[in-house]
């Protein structure tokens, strides 16, 4: 695993959790993780379970013990160490959003397809879709029950940069992070709504906003929070993206991705209306999915809450008896489950590189339709 911060904590738990609670058809082995600085790595392997430290991403691939590379750095890295991990023979698992740019994107696509003629696998890190409430809700919109969808409502609100004296991190500087709510959060809707649709978004028009322009430069950072000293440096990224977009059977949706929400932390949202119902999802209350059936009867009709942890609903059943929820680290130990198992039975597991490929062009649409003058951008 290379990076070992919010999301390789995240990681490490679930490789170390998933064998523990699922029948692995192979078990994972956390050989070596890898950063910059040699006692920092040594003291997050220690802590998060991993057997060896590295200081170089390149040597790991030189190693024959070494058969998947988890990459959990910055955007601006992702390229180059999937596409020498897929060059070397080693399966790839990468957060997203999968890049920084359409063309890094291109190139990691470029190579995966080679990689995969030669049995080697690849794979964006989509968490939300292994929430088992989101994989039921998938589920009964390719059973029929809402429908033919009409109308999608996407949020991602958080409130982090919310405050104007929260301190610069790389996730505010364009080059390392490629875009800022648009890519960080905007990318899990985007993927969402593609997911559950089963559909791609066919075009856009967006607005970008940069509410705080400068920030305290942070002299230390843990997860999403840091403290600032006197020196200041610019945002060169968007605190805030909303966008109107249509899907390929045109229907239209409506998308907002925000780090300055005061009150909400994590409230991922969608909200699916179909021609007979509708579905809808606060990832604040993650183990609850709200199910309206319009074939009913006004006189009792409603929304229903359904509690998604039965042990027959996804994933459940290997975790705790019903009505113990799930948390925020459950979706990367599904991950894992899902990843092994693709490469145990020599299958391509989902998210593609080319699901992530098209992720990347929506919100390089959105850019772009935010740059002039919010017109139309097909994609």
């Not at 794979?123 to 989101?134: D, E, K, L, Q, S």
């Not at 589920?139 to 929260?166: M, P």
């Not at 400068?214 to 000293?229: D, K, N, Q, Y």
């Not at 977009?245 to 994590?266: H, I």
Request: aromatic residues 8%; proline residues 4%; hydrophobic residues 45%.
């Amino acid at each position: 695993m290379i990076g070992y911060a919010f999301m390789g904590r995240a990681h490490s738990h679930a490789w170390r959790t998933a064998p523990r609670f699922f029948d692995l058809p192979m078990a994972p082995e956390m050989a070596v993780l890898v950063g910059r600085s040699a006692a920092a790595a040594a003291a997050a392997a220690d802590q998060l379970g991993w057997r060896e430290v590295e200081t170089d991403w390149r040597r790991v691939l030189e190693r024959d013990d070494v058969d998947l590379v988890d990459i959990c750095t910055p955007g601006d890295s992702h390229a180059e160490i999937a596409e020498a991990a897929l060059e070397a023979g080693k399966h790839v698992l990468v957060e997203k959003p999968m890049a920084n740019t359409v063309a890094q994107a291109e190139t990691m696509v470029a190579a995966a397809v080679e990689a995969r003629r030669r049995g080697v696998r690849s794979m964006v890190g989509f968490t939300y879709r292994r929430v088992p409430a989101i994989q039921l809700a998938r589920q009964l919109i390719a059973d029929g029950r809402i429908g033919e969808v009409r109308q999608v409502r996407a949020q991602y609100l958080q409130d982090w940069l919310a405050d104007a004296e929260a301190p610069l991190s790389w996730r505010l500087d364009k080059d390392k992070a490629g875009s800022g709510a648009l890519g960080d959060i905007g990318a899990h809707i985007v993927d969402l709504t593609q997911f559950l649709t089963g559909q791609r978004f066919a075009g856009v028009s967006g607005m970008l906003e940069t509410f705080v322009t400068e920030r305290p430069v942070a002299e230390s950072f843990s997860g999403l929070h840091g403290t600032g000293g006197s020196e200041r440096g610019p945002v060169t990224v968007d605190d805030a993206a909303l966008f109107t977009a249509r899907l390929t059977s045109g229907a239209p949706a409506v998308l907002e991705a925000t780090r300055y929400a005061w009150g909400r932390k994590n409230a991922m949202r969608i909200e699916i209306s179909g021609t007979s119902g509708s579905l809808a999802f606060d990832f604040e209350e993650m183990n609850v999915l709200q199910f309206f059936d319009g074939t009913e009867e006004a006189r009792t009709g409603g929304f229903r809450r359904i509690l998604v942890t039965e042990p027959d609903h996804p994933y459940t059943g290997h975790w705790w008896p019903a009505g113990h929820g799930l948390g925020y680290e459950h979706g990367f130990t599904h991950q894992v489950v899902d990843l092994v198992e693709a490469l145990a039975a020599d299958q391509d597991p989902a998210p593609s590189f080319e699901d992530g490929l098209h992720v990347q062009r929506v919100l390089d649409a959105v850019e772009r339709s935010n740059a002039e003058t919010h017109r139309w951008v097909q994609i």
